[in-house]
T-cell receptor, first 113, second 111 residues
Framework: ETGVTQTPRHLVMGMTNKKSLKCEQH?????MYWYKQSAKKPLELMFV???????ENNSVPSRFSPECPNSSHLFLHLHTLQPEDSALYLC????????????FGSGTRLTVV | GQSLEQPSEVTAVEGAIVQINCTYQ??????LSWYQQHDGGAPTFLSY????GLEETGRFSSFLSRSDSYGYLLLQELQMKDSASYFC????????????FGAGTRLFVKA
């Protein structure tokens, strides 16, 4: 356990489904991130939250909708996804957005069918 | 564009030393980090260099040359458990919050 917990670990969903990914940290960190990891590609930053406020939306399609109800929890709501959205979705946290070391969760392996 | 280049795969023998290189091209630079990720696991932070030179942490060392936009991770006394993917990452100050990652280097340690 890294201190950042993601659920579910695996998710298979149809293109018309709606699902949510959950991330939780109790490290006292103020910044939380969503990254997408595809095979043999760099991690792609999706969203950044600082003290529950979204501070970065890295040109992510609207079919991905983040939510940060408090500094310990982060959600990624998914709807009408495409097969190319299949990937490992990683959540990370850091003490602040100025911190250089992130603590990552183990990710949710998403498959869109 | 902004990019980090690192080899896709490296193979080494148990007990040996291996160096994983990373060159970067980014609009801003605020430090080079390294992460380790085992299959099915979370990326784990290993090291950070903001200034030129070598930083040593046990069997792992990391080097940075800002003038060359280059860094490397050095792993000594390789163990089988070091088989994993290693990512370099640059904190890009442009926009303030972005950390850009390389595609990762898969290290295979053989007996």
């Amino acid at each position: 356990e890294t201190g950042v917990t993601q659920t579910p670990r695996h998710l298979v969903m149809g293109m018309t489904n709606k699902k949510s990914l959950k991330c939780e940290q109790h490290l006292g960190h103020n910044a939380m991130y969503w990254y997408k990891q595809s095979a043999k590609k760099p991690l792609e930053l999706m969203f950044v939250y600082s003290l529950e406020e979204r501070v970065e939306n890295n040109s992510v399609p609207s079919r991905f909708s983040p939510e940060c109800p408090n500094s310990s929890h982060l959600f990624l709501h998914l709807h009408t996804l495409q097969p190319e959205d299949s990937a490992l979705y990683l959540c990370a946290s850091s003490p602040g957005t100025g911190s250089y070391g992130y603590t990552f969760g183990s990710g949710t392996r998403l498959t869109v069918v | 564009g902004q990019s980090l280049e690192q080899p896709s795969e490296v193979t080494a023998v148990e007990g040996a030393i291996v160096q994983i290189n990373c060159t970067y091209q980014t609009s801003g630079f605020y430090g080079l980090s390294w992460y380790q990720q085992h299959d099915g696991g979370a990326p784990t932070f290993l090291s950070y260099n903001a200034l030129d030179g070598l930083e040593e942490t046990g069997r792992f060392s990391s080097f940075l040359s800002r003038s060359d936009s280059y860094g490397y991770l050095l792993l000594q006394e390789l163990q089988m458990k070091d088989s994993a993917s290693y990512f370099c990452a640059v904190r890009d100050e442009t926009g303030g919050f972005k950390t850009i990652f390389g595609a990762g280097t898969r290290l295979f340690v053989k007996a």
